[in-house]
C-alpha cells in the first residue's frame, strides 16, 4: 500500500468513517448569514454532538462545516444526509433542540424544515 493510501486509511479508521449513520453539513457563511453567527452556531454543534455521545455508537453522526450549500438566504443553513433534511436560520441558539429532536429523537423539527431530499 502506499504511503498516501496508508495515511488516507489511518484517518478513516481515527475519524471512524463507515460507522456514521447520519451527516450534518453546516454552513457558516458569508451568503446565508454573518461568519460570526455561523461560526457560534458551529461551535454549540461540535460540543453537544461530543458531549451527547453522538460521534460514535448507534446514532454516530458526522459534522461538517460548509461555506456555501447554495441556499443564500435565512441561514446558517444546515441540512442532515441521508434523509435529506434542510434547515433554515440554524442559530447557535436552535441548535441544542435540533441535535436533541433531530439527531437522538430522531425527530425532525418540523417547522425548521423547508426542504427534503432523501437519498437512498
Not at 1 to 27: D, F, N, W
Not at 31 to 36: L, N, R, T, V
Request: aromatic share 8%; net charge positive.
Amino acid at each position: 500500500m502506499s504511503e498516501p493510501l496508508k495515511q488516507l486509511q489511518t484517518a478513516v479508521e481515527k475519524l471512524g468513517i463507515g460507522h456514521y449513520r447520519r451527516h450534518v453539513l453546516l454552513c457558516t457563511g458569508p451568503s446565508c448569514c454573518a461568519p460570526e453567527e455561523g461560526n457560534a452556531a458551529w461551535e454549540v454543534l461540535k460540543k453537544l454532538l461530543k458531549d451527547k455521545g453522538l460521534l460514535t455508537g448507534e446514532k454516530a453522526c458526522y459534522r461538517s462545516k460548509v461555506g456555501c450549500l447554495r441556499v443564500c438566504c435565512h441561514g446558517p443553513t444546515l441540512v442532515v444526509y441521508p434523509e435529506g433534511t434542510w434547515y433554515h436560520s440554524m442559530t447557535a441558539d436552535r441548535i441544542p433542540r435540533f441535535v436533541e429532536e433531530h439527531l437522538e429523537n430522531n425527530a425532525p423539527v418540523a417547522e425548521w424544515i423547508f426542504a427534503c431530499n432523501k437519498l437512498g
